[in-house]
């Protein structure tokens, strides 16, 4: 006798559903689309989450992702939860801004300047930086300093790869990063809100760990605007503000750069920015979150849960004043 | 229609719908699914912010009858004030619940510890008493001398909501400060016209 079995997994059961509920949607845009990217050259396949592609027909799908032991199996917040929740000045001091604003943005052509402490500096391309390695699928969580957090399935590759390219020198202790400036393509930088451009930076070891991401995709497409595009940094065990995004300068220093939180209020935020529950925001604590989705605060974990990756990076160190 | 009955027909279901809709919309955009990524925060924000609105639109009223001669604004004062109390209870609670599991050590911690929720405790802890007593019964019972004097409590609640939410913004103080300066201006009035009544006297 024959029993059937239904399948174990449905379509739905690993989409998210705002994607699978736009699947009409992309569809309509994905036949416009497909010529655009098939002449691209990249394996256009468009199985899985287009939503970028729905939203932003110049979004390209990143195909043979590697899946990374360094993941976490929580669940994803959706596509739409993770671009139309964002702090990005650059586009408005409102989280719902840099998803209305952001399509000023022009993340093609793009260049990133590499300067200082190195033996190849030089202007380097964002095509052929997304080939200087082979490009990961990374889930991590996200933990911002106002006491949020997300899971974010991230592409890119570790910052390590990207940074042997230029060969740093012995003198290059920290690598300094800094955003575009143009107030045609982020109109928010007419208002002194911060001073720009937007600067973050990394000590060396930090900068060259494993888990420090080259975030160059989301959900499996490139980024979007206002998630950073092009190319953005994702430091998981920080504060999301380390994460900066749209870099045009990666400069490697003698001495620790000035980021740009730190240069507004040093008192509440400073230059490691560690996700910490035992140190308090002087406003507001740090020993829960609310995840994205969820109604109910959760505890904050050390390091944000990256402890035994990263703890011994900061052995000796005083968090309490390395805030 | 003689002006009663336009206070009972027109201006009242008007003041009662203006200060219902925000909690409206607040429902309807949460039944729709449209309350953004952080819907706790969104929530908290709106009644949050209405409740500061109709605080300061209750300050409004004394100086406004004032200056305009128009007596019959003093009759939305109340039913404006309730409206605060409603919005701002609906902001602890989100707060008490969804922060805290109604649980009250971890809230009395972050009394004692975060000046902002310090101060946001505060103004909700004195609209209590002024909501008791809101009531014609009450007015009568604490006699309209007393009743004036401790309705004066929301005074502090104007000032202590302004700076809960001063300390709370994490860069851009402007619109807390725009509210400061409302506070201000209807509070600074009230003491000009209080020295000026006393200079008259004196003269």
Redesign the interface.
Known sequence: MLIKKAADLRESDVTPKETFLRRREFLAVAGSTALAVATNGLGADFIGTPTALAQNPAAQKLSNLKKSPFSTDEKLNSYKDITTYNNFYEFGLDKADPGKYAHTLKPRPWSVVVEGQCAKPGTYNIEDIMKYAPLEERIYRLRCVEAWSMVVPWVGYPLSEFHKRFEPTSKAKYVEFRTLVDTKQMPGQTEPALNWPYVEGLRMDEAMHPLTLLGLGLYGEVLPNQNGAPIRLVVPWKYGFKSIKSIVRVRFVETEPVNTWKQQQSAEYGFFANVNPQVDHPRWTQGSERRLGEFFRRKTLMFNGYGDQVASLYAGMDLRKNY | MTQTHWRQRVFKPVVWLACLTPAALLLYNGFQGEL???P??TITNTTGIWTLRLIVAGLAITPLRWATGVNLLINYRRVVGLFAFFYGTLHFLTYFI??H?LEFGGLWD?VVK???ITAGFTAFVLMIPLAVTSTTGWIRRLGGKRWNLLHRLVYITALAGVLHYF??V???ATYPVYYGIGVAIFLGVRVWIAYSKKQLRRS
């Open positions: 953004g990524a952080n706790v925060e969804l922060d599991q972050d975060r000046p902002y300390w709370k994490k860069l851009d």
